[in-house]
């Protein structure tokens, strides 16, 4: 069966310092995979996807970005933290390919970050 | 583009009374529709999906949704509500390329004993 890992579930970082959150997908290959954050507890904002290894699509422009090192890997990164860049950041993944979203998505756990 | 709207920031209902969570869609072609709900500091869990077919789904936990194609609607429902119901429900629609969904705003649902 298919897992989603993502880490560390908590993080508290200061402004100006760097950010690696790190997801992982096992048991299927060519996985499309997903970044969002969501702040204030509400609404899902889509931040990064990516379709194939070094393949990422950009949503939002800001401090953030994405990166694919390998098929089922997808780590969202800073440079210099915002204090505007706390809050829930969810991965998620899907089959690939437009039949395969028929089965939606699967998201991690979530990772909570805190920028003080 | 493809788009739902959740009218509703918090929907309160008592235990063993039934619920409904609203959701209307607007999309270019064929909709496919999708339920989510979170719980607190969790990540997203699918209910049910309308892809095609039946427009009573049934998903898990004894949640089911109506597809209304007349009135753009994808309303969640549950006969009778359970206080471990209260949670985040998302709904969503894939959008037209295929690789992605479009999510609502959400609607806290809060189930009193």
């Known amino acids: 069966s298919q897992t989603i890992h993502q880490w560390p579930a908590t993080l508290v970082q200061p402004v100006g310092s760097p950010l690696s959150l790190e997801c992982t997908v096992e048991?299927?290959?060519?996985?499309?995979l997903y970044w969002y954050r969501q702040a204030a507890g509400r609404g899902l904002q889509l931040l990064f996807y990516s379709v194939g290894i070094g393949q990422i699509s950009s949503e939002v422009p800001q401090n953030l970005s994405a990166s694919r090192p390998q098929d089922r890997q997808f780590i969202l990164s800073s440079k210099k933290l915002l204090l505007s860049d706390s809050g829930f950041y969810l991965c998620?993944?899907?089959?690939?390919?437009?039949?395969?979203?028929?089965?939606?998505?699967?998201f991690g756990s979530g990772t909570r970050l805190t920028v003080v | 583009a493809q788009s739902v709207a959740q009218p509703e920031d918090q929907v309160n209902v008592a235990e063993g009374n039934p619920l409904t969570v609203k959701c209307t869609y607007s999309v270019s072609g064929n909709p496919y529709l999708f339920w989510y709900v979170q719980y607190p500091n969790r990540g997203l869990q699918f209910l049910l999906k309308y892809i095609t077919g039946d427009n009573l789904v049934k998903g898990s936990y004894g949640f089911e949704a109506e597809f209304n194609k007349s009135q753009t609607s994808f309303h969640l429902k549950k006969p009778s509500a359970l206080v471990s119901d209260s949670a985040l429900y998302f709904c969503a629609v894939r959008d037209k390329g295929f690789q992605k969904l479009v999510f609502g705003t959400g609607t806290r649902l809060l189930v009193s004993p």
């Open positions: 998620a993944w899907t089959r690939a390919g437009p039949g395969d979203l028929y089965g939606g998505y699967t």
């Open positions: 048991g299927t290959s060519n996985p499309n």
